[in-house]
């Protein structure tokens, strides 16, 4: 556990805020009281402030009254810190001056000195980026623990004996980072995303490369990184060849040799719900890429496969499908699912591409599989588009459905 008896003497007899109880904060509020740190702590659903209770906070709606009298509000990264409207309890705790932060900022400045970070960031592959390299260092003997937005949240990782800490970090959580930088940052990409959030494409470029803030060197690219990587990685598509470039890069400025690094990509088996192949059946693959929630990781996956028949469409949102026209002639047929069906089909209709509205999960997949299997080749490929809040409760429930779902043919 990460000392924070520093930080509980700064606090001296005021107590930290704590607003939004899911994973992060509650592991948040559980590391502070184990130093005697007063916590107060809201959340709208009330199961999840018995919980926090349960750690030892008090729960209390944190108006601007209340926050006045705290040290530090630390809030979760879903919350709206300034797009479409900062959220009522943004406001409180500016007004009463406090700082505000997440708990991978409060994480950073009490970590040990020994304590190397990795920062991993970018619209699309950050999590299997950080997975993989997690994997590699682990592969080369190299203690080292991966979570921020992936997997653990930063107070529940041990790294006690560890070397090296690989955090995902969206864009929400670099917002919540003032002073946080890593030792080695990694910017995978950057497309549109998150808009809403962020106000403008150039409010989102700029919590991005917040991720660089004070780094004293940025390596760009090398002349035969491509090369070196193509020959090891057995993951599908451009964009992982990408990943492993970049786990490649950060692997070699840790001091590591770039022939152990090769190997230990070659073993990595990827990550559920991206271009996870689920089964194969009769010569048909049935791939889980629930986590395409955007235009640009959908397109990735279908230039990834021939002769797709594409299970599609989530939540409604204004995306401009364009970028994926070029990728359209793979697709045998596509199964439409979810609020965007309607829309998705004018637009595939407009493509001349074949398609069926069928609702639910199990329809779509039903009838991919069948005529997937009357061609006897092919892939069916769950690569939505769009967030799954429509019909499931997250990226990882739809693809845990589609996968049961294949299990079952």
Known sequence: MID?????????????????????????????????????????????RNEAEALGAT???????????????????????????????????????????????L???????????????????????????????????????????I??????????????????????QLDLCPSFTPDIAVLLNITPDHLDRHGSMENYIAAKNRIFREVDQIQINMPDIDDRVCVCTNMKGDHNLQNATAALL????LGLA????????????????????????????????????????????????????????????NDDLKPLEEHLHEIRHAYLIGETSEKLSRWLDNNQIENTI????????????????ENKFGVVLLSPIYKSFDQFKSFEHRGDVFATLVESL
């Open 4 to 48: 924070l008896s520093k930080f509980a003497e700064q606090c001296g007899q005021k107590p930290v805020a704590v607003f939004g109880l899911a994973r992060s904060g509650l592991s948040t509020i559980k590391a502070l009281r184990a130093f005697g740190i007063e916590v107060l702590a809201w959340d709208d659903r009330e199961e999840a």
């Open 59 to 105: 729960c209390t709606e944190l108006d601007q009254a209340v926050l006045q009298n705290c040290a530090t509000l630390i809030l979760a990264p879903g919350v709206p810190l300034h797009f479409p409207a900062p959220h009522p309890v943004v406001k409180a705790a500016r007004a009463a001056d406090i700082e505000i932060i997440c708990d991978v900022e």
């Open 107 to 149: 994480f950073s400045r009490y970590a040990s000195k020994d304590l190397k970070f990795v920062g991993i960031t970018g619209t699309n592959g950050k999590s299997t980026t950080t997975a993989l390299l997690e994997h590699v260092l682990k592969s080369c003997g190299i203690s080292a623990v991966m979570g921020g937005n």
């Open 151 to 172: 997997g653990r949240a930063v107070f529940d990782l041990d790294v006690e004996n560890v070397k090296v800490a690989v955090l995902e970090l969206s864009s929400y």
């Open 250 to 253: 950060v692997c070699e400025a």
């Open 258 to 317: 770039a022939d152990q690094v090769l190997e230990a990509i070659k073993t990595f088996p990827g990550l559920a719900h991206r271009q996870y192949l689920v089964r194969e059946i009769g010569g048909v693959l049935y791939v889980n890429d629930s986590k395409a929630t955007n235009v640009e990781s959908a397109s990735k996956a279908l230039a990834s496969y021939d002769d797709i028949f594409w299970i599609a469409g989530g939540q409604i949102h």
């Open 358 to 373: 069928c609702g639910t999960m199990k329809i779509a997949l039903e009838k991919a599989h069948s005529d997937a299997q």
